[in-house]
């Protein structure tokens, strides 16, 4: 099983990008990366998926380099209703969750 | 579509008393899942159902019970609750790898 590791916590200003780094070192050859968000008292929510090199939605940027052992989520422009937990999860028959990194962004 | 729905919203149980979670999904997904969230925790994986009539241990089944009724639903049961069960409970379906997470069931064991 692939297991996810993230830093705990991470703060940033409003207006600024964020970059959250997940290594993931043994991650399997049909394995795809998935980033959630959580806020308090609510279930985590999708973000972005991705399987290799780069992945863009409307929200964030997923890049994962040619190993595939780590991946990073950018949130561009951060503001105070992005401060939550980002989960990083590769994604197997039973999608197991680590601790999550807690993004702070102070104004 | 309501997505996932999870009952009850909240319960508090004595020590020794059991119940059922109940979670539906109208999303006609494969896979369901259940997860518990301690304070200030990540989730962590009790049990999970990759298809209808399968279930399999996730990271922390012991003092549990699920059953995968029909594609739809997927009932988590405590036997004897245990004060080491007060948490947050999150029942999620997918297919086959986005989650759709349901509001969450607060338990209380005391």
Known sequence: LAKTTQPISMDSYEGQEVNITCSHNNIATNDYITWYQQFPSQGPRFIIQGYKTKVTNEVASLFIPADRKSSTLSLPRVSLSDTAVYYCLVNNNDMRFGAGTRLTVKP | ?110
């Not at chain 2, 919203?9 to 109208?26: E, R």
């Not at chain 2, 301690?38 to 399999?56: K, V």
Request: glycine share 8%; net charge neutral; charged share 15%.
């Open chain 2, 1 to 110: 579509n309501a997505g996932v729905t999870q009952t009850p919203k909240f319960q508090v149980l004595k020590t020794g008393q059991s119940m059922t979670l109940q979670c539906a999904q109208d999303m006609n997904h494969n896979s369901m899942y259940w997860y518990r969230q301690d304070p200030g925790m990540g989730l962590r994986l009790i049990y999970y159902s990759a298809s209808e009539g399968t279930t399999d241990k996730g990271e922390v089944p012991n003092g549990y019970n699920v059953s995968r009724l029909n594609k739809r639903e997927f009932s988590l049961r405590l036997e004897s609750a245990a004060p080491s069960q007060t948490s947050v409970y999150f029942c999620a379906s997918s297919d086959p790898w986005e989650q759709y997470f349901g509001p969450g069931t607060r338990l209380t064991v005391t």
